[in-house]
C-alpha cells in the first residue's frame, strides 16, 4: 500500500489532484490535506440535504475534481474543483420539496471566493506555501464563477471578457462547470447545462471569441 504524504505541501497536493483516477486516489490523503488547508474539515461528511446532490460536501468536491479532464493547462483548475463549494455550510438555508427538506445554499460561490481569498490564503502563506498573484487570481475566478449561469449567447462570453480573463481562463471555467455538474445527479437542467459548457468550452467558443475579435 503507498505510504500516506507526510507534511503535504500546495504543490504535492495539486499534483495529486490532477492525476486522480477516482476518488479513493484523493480521500486516502484527507488527513494531510485537513493539516495543510483546516478550513476543509468543514466539508466531511457535511450532508448537503439536496434533491440535486447524491453526495455529502467533500464527495461531491473530489467527484467534481475526478471529473476533470487531466491535460487542463492550469493547476488552478484543479485546486478550484478542491475548494469551490466550501463556502456552503455558512449559506445553508432550509426549504422543503415534496415534503422533505430541502436545502438551499444561496450566494455560496462568493462565501467560498471569501474563504479562499481571507482565509486558505492567509493560512498557505503562513505555512510558507503562497501561490503567486497569478495563481490567486485564476484561483479565485474559478471559484467565485463556477456556479455562473451559462448561455451559449455571445454576451455570456463577452462579460466574462471584460473581467479581465482570457478565452483560456473563460473555457477552463466552463470545464469546471462541467465537472461539477456531473457530479451531480443528473436532472434534465444539469444536463443542459453540462450541454452549454462543454459547447463554450470546446470550438464554439472559439468560434464566439472569433467573432467578438471581429466586432461582431
Known sequence: ?????????????????????????????????????????????????????????????????????????????????????????????????????????????????????DDIDNELTAKGERLTDDEMRRLLYYIRFHDDRVSLRMKHLRRHLRMGVSLAEFQNLMKLEVADARAHVMLPIIEQRIEICEKLSGDYGKKLYEDILAGK
Not at 453526495?55 to 491535460?71: A, C, F, I, M, R
Not at 449559506?91 to 420539496?97: F, G, S, Y
Open 1 to 117: 500500500m503507498e505510504e500516506r504524504c507526510t507534511k503535504m505541501n500546495i504543490r504535492e497536493l495539486i499534483k495529486i489532484l490532477r492525476s486522480a483516477n477516482n476518488t479513493s486516489d484523493i480521500d486516502k490523503y484527507r488527513e494531510d490535506i485537513i493539516t495543510l488547508i483546516p478550513q476543509t474539515k468543514i466539508m466531511i461528511d457535511f450532508n448537503q440535504q439536496n434533491y440535486a446532490h447524491q453526495y455529502d460536501l467533500w464527495n461531491h468536491s473530489l467527484q467534481t475534481v475526478v471529473n476533470l479532464p487531466g491535460d487542463i493547462n492550469d493547476d488552478m483548475v484543479y485546486l478550484a474543483a478542491l475548494l469551490h463549494d466550501i463556502g456552503k455550510p455558512d449559506c445553508q438555508t432550509a426549504d422543503m420539496k415534496d415534503g422533505k427538506i430541502n436545502m438551499h445554499y444561496y450566494g455560496h460561490p462568493e462565501r467560498s471566493y471569501e474563504i479562499v481569498k
